[in-house]
């Protein structure tokens, strides 16, 4: 007995009808149950279309599921991790060499010039001084000197400030400067005018001018060579630091080699792959090039600025301080006691006091430790540099002396003997200060040779590594495609 399908159902066409409806190009009708073995779909229904991107990662997926296909990837991922290592190392390379480069070229030069700046300046009030005590007419050395100063201080601001960005805090300072020293000069020559016709107007001008320069020019000075010597600091910081970013990367890259290789032996039993060892080699080279390349340079900038800079540094200071220590001398002579301190002591007299204390200390045969002179001897790292150090030191306690003794002449109403043992051609105490100062800029000028070569030795040690590495980067990627390249021949 036979029974009708029931309302609503309908029998699944067979495949012979499938493929009449394909040989006409039409879509065969949908019934409920759809095509033998696919879901259901509703009528009018389209499939989703794939991106580009999930069937080309199917496609990855499958051919990793090879021996071929697990081959190229490493040989990609190995070629990658090498020129990722060489870009790195170049360019972590390129900003020490350039920070090098500013230590050589920019930052140590500008520091230089700002302490000389500062000297000038303290040299040029220095002479101001003394030659004010000369009498009416100033010695023509005194005045060569004093104008040699002045032009040095002139031409250095004009070269600090081309090379100084205008935003910067150092052009700030040489803004002060450079308006200030116009004033200054002025009122030296007031003094001067005055000195020459007997007024006593004359010293007022000369301390005025004093002032102006221990108030306004010198501490701008001071705060320009700071700002200069930070920078510097700085430039040493970005050299030495470490390219910890391109060590690892080249530790990694080592590592994915050695594991390439590894695997290579253990599925073909062969030693060695002539591609792999030129990329493992080429990798070692520019590793090792950059562990002893940075050392090398690290410890000549190390040099460089614990035996150069810093001894700069303090022998800088030591030079201006006994400048002004000079000045504030001679300007007691001058003031003859009418500018005290709060404590009513000659106030110039008790600068020169604070000065000689931060210079050598007080009392001993050596410079007493933390003085701006035994600091001096402590950086310096040889005989010659420490023997004009220790003769600046031996002079600087014979200056005491001889101020003493012309402080007591002065004491007793003789102010004429003061004068001469301050000013005289012998057994002065300016005698003294050109001795300390000669030695003092003796000992700077070996500490600059000193300085230059160190740091021509650790900025030196950076050639050739940045294209150095780039080039054995690219030897080391293309020895790794190729040694990959040769095992994926033996599969076709």
Known sequence: ????????????????????????????????????????????????????????????????????????????????????????????????????????????????????????????????????????????????????????????????????????????????????????????????????????????????????????????????????????????????????????AGIIALGALGWAQRRNYRRTNRVFNQGLIIATAATTVVLLWLAAGHTFARSGLTESDEHGAQSLQVLNEARIGSLQARANEALTSVSRGAVLDEKGNDAYEKRYQKGMSELVGKGGKDAAPGSQLHEAMRLADDGAGQTPVDKAGDWTREWQKRHATARAADDDGNYNSAVEKTIGKENSTGETFDKVDSFLAKALAHEQAEFSAAAEDGRGAFTGLQWGAIVLGLLGALGALLGIGRRLSEYR
């Open 1 to 248: 007995m036979s029974y009708p399908p029931s309302a609503g159902s309908a029998a699944p066409p067979d495949r012979s009808t499938v493929a009449g409806y394909a040989a006409i190009g039409q879509q065969p009708p949908q019934g409920a149950h759809g095509l033998p073995g696919q879901t259901p779909q509703p009528p009018g229904h389209q499939p989703a279309r794939r991106s580009a991107f999930a069937e080309g990662l199917d496609r990855v997926r499958a051919s990793a599921g090879t021996e071929p296909g697990r081959l190229r990837i490493i040989g990609a991922v190995l070629a990658a991790l090498v020129v990722a290592f060489a870009a790195i190392t170049a360019w972590q390379v390129a900003d020490r060499a350039s920070a090098a480069d500013s230590v050589v070229e920019r930052s140590q030069p500008l520091s230089r010039d700002a302490a000389s700046i500062y000297r000038s300046l303290a040299d040029a009030d220095t002479t101001a001084a003394a030659g004010f005590l000369s009498g009416g007419q100033w010695p023509a050395e005194v005045t060569e000197r004093y104008e040699q100063d002045i032009d040095r201080a002139s031409k250095l601001l004009v070269k600090a400030a081309a090379n100084t960005d205008d935003s910067s805090a150092a052009q700030k300072q040489l803004t002060i400067i450079s308006d200030t020293l116009a004033d200054y000069t002025g009122l030296v020559e007031q003094a001067r005018a005055n000195n020459r016709q007997g007024l006593p107007l004359g010293g007022a001008y000369l301390r005025y001018a004093n002032k102006q320069m221990s108030e306004k020019l010198l501490p701008a000075a001071e705060k320009l060579y700071e700002t200069e010597t930070e920078q510097l600091d700085e430039d040493y910081n970005a050299a030495k630091s470490w390219p910890f970013l391109a060590l690892g």
